[in-house]
């Protein structure tokens, strides 16, 4: 049997476990995948053991930077700087991969704001730079967070940070409005009111739970991208990665779990 999972910290059931065990079941591939979850102080005396023993591992929160030192990274989990996808001592970031093929670069209108700087942003804005995005406003309530992925990607993409508390005023302005946070994982909203996104064309939240934000955008036909759709887009890259796509199964399968079957 093959062995696949989620190094991660804490432990949280993942949306990756549930839909690649149905996954394996529905293509009959005699796999397993588990959460990992790995305590940060005991990170380097156990990675090597986990990258030996899986057929394939995806790297999660807070451990995408720690890892690459462990694997051959290829080039653009280089210049992200974050592994979240492994393979025969290979790194990879599905992420930033995710993001590119879930939509088309005509639906990406500018202004685009960003709203997070951690993992997500990282790989979402190299994806907006692979679209030949020259510039966005990126927001995030920590601004050090923010300053330092404008160093990372100084060379690549034009970075305007704008504070967290004039958020509502540039999402007036904005036409494309990306989440990066995990704001409304847990129901939180964010403190806006439905014309304050009416200039948008679009809305991208990251978040794979049904969010205030994305029934907002429902309920006022803003077209919206969901963190299920990003999955999914991930999901696909990390199976190719690991030999094991069959596209009409996954698809199958993903169509269960995202009508909350
Ligand atoms: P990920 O890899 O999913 O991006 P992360 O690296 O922990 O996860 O980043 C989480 C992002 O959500 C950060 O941008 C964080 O803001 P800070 O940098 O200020 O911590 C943001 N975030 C989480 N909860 C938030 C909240 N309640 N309000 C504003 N931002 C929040």
């Known amino acids: 049997m093959k062995k696949f999972g989620l190094l991660e910290y804490p432990h949280k059931e993942s949306l990756s476990k549930k839909v ?40 999660t929160v807070p451990f995408k930077e720690k890892v690459i030192k462990y694997v051959e990274p290829v080039e653009e989990a280089k ?4 592994v979240n996808c492994i393979f025969n001592n290979k790194g990879y970031n599905t992420d930033w991969k995710g993001f590119y093929n879930s939509l088309n670069p005509s639906m990406l209108k500018e202004p685009i704001v960003l709203v997070g700087a951690g993992g997500a942003s990282k ?35 034009d970075i305007k940070i704008e504070s967290f508390d ?7 302005t904005s036409k494309t409005f990306i989440n ?37 955008a429902k309920e006022n036909n803003i077209k919206c ?23 009409e199964i996954f698809d199958e399968t993903f169509k269960t779990f995202a009508r909350g079957e």
């Not at 397993?32 to 790297?59: Q, T, W």
């Not at 704001?183 to 948008?200: K, P």
């Open 180 to 216: 990066a946070t995990s704001i409304g994982m847990f129901g939180e909203s964010f403190n806006l009111e439905v014309r304050d996104l009416s200039n948008l064309s679009l809305i991208y939240d990251i978040v794979y739970n049904n969010t205030p934000l994305q029934k907002i």
């Open 20 to 59: 690649f065990n149905e996954y394996f079941k529905k293509a009959n591939i005699d796999a397993v995948y588990e959460d990992i979850v790995i305590v940060p102080d005991n990170f380097d005396d156990e990675i090597n053991k986990y990258i030996n023993s899986y057929d394939g591992l995806n790297v």
């Open 166 to 172: 004039h958020l509502q005023s540039i999402i007036r």
């Open 225 to 247: 991208i969901d963190g299920r759709t990003f999955w999914y887009h991930q999901g696909v890259e990390n199976l190719k990665i690991w030999h094991i796509y069959t596209p």
């Open 123 to 157: 790989s979402i804005i190299y994806a907006l730079y692979k679209m030949g995005i020259k510039k966005l406003f990126l927001v995030n309530r920590t601004v050090e967070k923010a300053e330092k992925l404008k160093k990372i990607f100084l060379s690549k993409i």
């Open 79 to 82: 210049e992200i700087n974050a």
